[in-house]
């Protein structure tokens, strides 16, 4: 179970802050030195997400949804309010983070699955079924930095959803690999589906969402718009979406007008 | 919540460790072997250059001098190899940190025992070997584990202390290297530390490194014991900064993922 009561998350803009030890005494010794301005990155959120919900995060760039899902993982803590999550989270990395080039295959699925938060005996134990989904048995002892991209996609997709998580935390991507490993994994992200497991999905692919989440909610900064049924919330989404690309075009119709007369 | 012990603490620490020496010390024999042979590729140099003038400290014996050389730098070199390398490391799993939940304690003190253990597994035989031949008495090989485990608590700590502030301050390297000149400069690791003027010596006494860089000395090169005072004061020093080291890291862990 997620629980989020009146989340707020602010962070610190990155360009005022002097990272230097040097500097920042100086600027203390001289009284130039200002607090960093803070931005607000969540605000007021305040959502509960039941054991196997497949939920669903969409909305614009910057609008905050991968911030939920570090709030969610514990990566980050809000500021105000509070997060409570009950069972495991396995958050899904991107592509290649979490491997260590220079090290085996097998090597790297032990490095990740504790990193994941699996305990090494238990990972050391799975190694060779996860190698055997992955399709990569044949690549045990080679350095990872000799897969290719799709190896290495499959790699983790295998060990991402082979840790006995309740909660799995997907940012964007889900298509690894070629078709016939796709067909597969397909097979085994409906396994999970199936299963208790929560899912929460961030994505552009309105598409994706639609298929695999009953509950979506719509971000925009920092703020929940609205927070759902899939349908209805991603047709809302689309209509404000059109009405503001509508809004922008009309605008600039308005200014080209007033410019040529 | 800020625990200071994480459940899978011991287990991150393990795999970071087995990384670090898998990939920095990839064929770690030779790790090891360069770990052993360097140090004693210096104190012959220091021999060559200084021998005439400090071997009279010794018994006038070269070889006791280089043997003096070689346990001082075997210690500095642990110490700031050790914390040097843990500085940058937290920085460097920025990373990894900002997707996953890690223990961030796990990267410098799996970063210090990696390069702990190809350093010891090099140079504590050498160490064990000259005591044998000097002193003879078991014992003070065993012995040379109470200021080694200071020397560990030391170096930990600082290597927590100065990868949290690397955190927040990105010059923290520049600002380490010129103290660990002073560190080394202080040391007493090619002069013998009773050429130093008696009111200077009581400061340079204050350097941890200090202390147990001369205990080793009367371990390894006599057949007498250090006095019970000063090993204690040896110990307590590493414990005292071992305890900051912890008590620091706890304060700044909060806003690590502010700065990352």
Not at chain 1, 191 to 211: F, K
Not at chain 2, 64 to 78: F, H, P
Not at chain 2, 138 to 162: E, K, Q, R, S, W
């Amino acid at each position: 179970m997620i629980a989020f009561d009146r989340v707020r998350l602010e962070r610190r803009t990155r360009e005022e802050h002097a990272q230097d030890l040097k500097a920042r005494l100086f600027a203390l010794v001289t009284g130039r030195y200002r607090t960093p301005r803070r931005k607000v990155v969540l605000d007021d959120i305040t959502l509960t997400v039941k054991p196997g919900e497949k939920i669903g995060i969409i909305g614009p760039n910057g609008a905050g949804k991968s911030t939920l899902l570090k709030a969610i993982c514990g990566v980050l803590q809000p500021t105000s309010g509070s997060v409570r999550v009950d069972g495991r989270v396995a958050p899904m990395l991107e592509l290649g983070a979490g491997f260590d080039p220079d090290l085996t295959v097998v090597d790297n699925v032990v490095l990740y699955g504790v990193l994941l938060g699996v305990p090494r005996r238990a990972i050391q134990q799975r190694v060779d079924a996860i190698l055997a989904f992955a399709e990569l048995e044949d690549y045990r002892e080679f350095p990872v930095r000799a897969l290719s991209s799709g190896m290495m996609a499959r790699l983790g997709f295998a060990i991402a959803t082979d840790v006995p998580a309740e909660i799995l935390l997907i940012d964007e991507a889900l298509s690894v690999g070629d078709e016939s490993f796709r067909a597969r994994s397909r097979e085994r992200i409906d396994s999970l589906w199936n299963a208790d497991r929560t899912i929460v999905l961030v994505s552009h692919d309105l598409g994706t969402v639609r298929s695999i989440c009953n509950r979506t909610i719509w971000i925009a900064h920092g703020r929940i718009m609205a927070d759902g049924p899939t349908n209805d919330v991603v047709s809302d989404y689309i209509r404000s979406v059109d009405q503001t690309a509508i809004a922008l075009l009309l605008r600039a119709r308005e200014a080209t007008a007033e410019s040529g007369s | 919540m800020t625990r200071l012990v994480d459940p899978q603490l011991a287990d991150t620490v393990g795999v970071l460790f087995q990384r670090t020496l898998k990939t920095r010390y990839r064929g770690s024999f030779l790790g090891v072997l360069w770990s052993a042979v360097s140090p004693l590729a210096m104190a012959s140099v220091y021999a060559a250059i200084f021998g005439h003038v400090f071997a009279a400290h010794y018994g006038n014996s070269l070889v006791r001098y280089a043997s003096a050389v070689y346990i001082g730098l075997a210690v500095s070199q642990l110490f700031i190899a050790g914390t040097a390398q843990a500085l940058p490391s937290i920085v460097a799993g920025s990373g990894l940190l900002n997707k996953i939940r890690i223990p961030f304690e796990a990267f410098p003190l799996s970063t210090v025992a990696a390069y702990g253990f190809q350093h010891l597994v090099g140079t504590v035989p050498v160490l064990a070997a000259l005591t044998l031949i000097d002193t003879g008495d078991p014992l003070h090989v065993i012995a040379l584990l109470v200021p080694l485990a200071a020397l560990a608590m030391l170096t930990v700590g600082v290597a927590l202390i100065v990868s949290g502030a690397d955190v927040f301050f990105r010059d923290v390297p520049y600002i380490y290297d010129l103290a660990t000149f002073f560190i080394l400069l202080t040391s007493p690791i090619f002069y013998p530390a009773s050429i130093v003027a008696p009111n200077v010596l009581r400061i340079l006494a204050l350097n941890p490194l200090f202390q147990i860089m001369e205990e080793l000395r009367i371990l390894i090169l006599t057949r007498s014991w250090p006095e019970l005072g000063s090993t204690a004061l040896t110990l307590g020093e590493g414990a005292l900064v071992l305890a900051v080291g912890v008590a620091a890291f706890a304060a700044m862990r909060g806003h690590f993922m502010e700065e990352l």
